[in-house]
């Protein structure tokens, strides 16, 4: 018995892949970094804020004289602990100004019992003068005898950022004294440190003896 093989031809199916079409797989990201606000401030040694600052002056016995120039209270402004603290992230370009000011112009050394003055240029603070409290006394700002450093940029300079020289609060013309500048040639992006600000308060003659007297300054910046 001859028995035929049919022959089986297997066909080959050929499968074609079309590539899809996409768009681009790189995505732009956007960023904005925007300037900082120019500030000053009180911090300690790590740039932290000071909740409470504060200047203790030196303390004087009572006197029939009027306590100035190498007898009045001395104090420090600006200590390790407490610094003056500037920053300026690209704020002010063409420069600022630091200065100092009493909480008002009609501010005094005040206590429990009678208060003086820390803005009467009558006999340099020790009389009455042309302001309308009645009281003598005044306060003095040297921040030529401080110390000027960079704060925590590595790349800053103290270059064109300048102390000022001393000068004495006066009721309606000296309202505020100017401690530190920086002028348009500084960092447009850098931060400073200012310590061991001077500061000197003429007390009248017999100003009763107190243990509370006290007054607030306050610090301010202006972009020039």
């Known amino acids: 018995m001859n028995i035929a093989t049919a022959g089986m031809i297997l066909g080959v199916m050929t499968l074609s892949t079309v590539a899809g079409v996409y768009a681009s ?3 732009n990201f956007a960023q904005t970094i925007n300037a900082g606000t120019l500030s000053v401030d009180i911090v300690d040694g790590s740039y932290v804020t000071v909740g409470s600052p ?8 009572f006197s029939f004289s009027c306590l100035s120039g190498g007898s009045a209270s001395t104090g420090t402004f600006g200590t390790a602990s407490q610094v003056i603290y500037i920053k300026n992230p690209d ?3 063409n420069g600022w100004s630091v200065s100092l000011a009493g909480s008002a112009t009609t501010a005094v050394w005040d206590s429990a019992g009678t208060d003086y003055d820390f803005n009467d240029a009558g006999g340099s603070g020790c009389t009455d003068g042309a302001d309308t409290d009645s009281l003598a006394g ?11 450093s960079t704060g925590a940029c590595a790349s800053c300079a103290t270059t064109s950022v300048s102390k000022w020289t001393s000068s004495a609060f006066v009721e309606g013309s000296t309202d505020s004294i100017t401690l530190l500048t920086g002028a348009s040639g500084s960092n447009d992006i850098g931060d400073w440190k200012l310590t061991g600000v ?13 243990s509370d007297y006290d007054i607030n300054l306050t610090l301010s910046i202006l972009a020039s």
């Not at 040297?142 to 000027?148: A, C, E, H, M, R």
């Not at 001077?198 to 107190?210: C, F, K, M």
């Open 138 to 148: 005044q306060m003095t700002v040297d921040p030529s005898v401080g110390t000027l």
């Open 25 to 27: 797989a790189t995505s």
């Open 54 to 61: 504060s200047v203790t002056m030196s303390a004087k016995t």
């Open 91 to 93: 704020a002010a370009d």
């Open 198 to 210: 001077s500061i000197s308060q003429t007390i009248p003659a017999e100003q009763p003896a107190a």
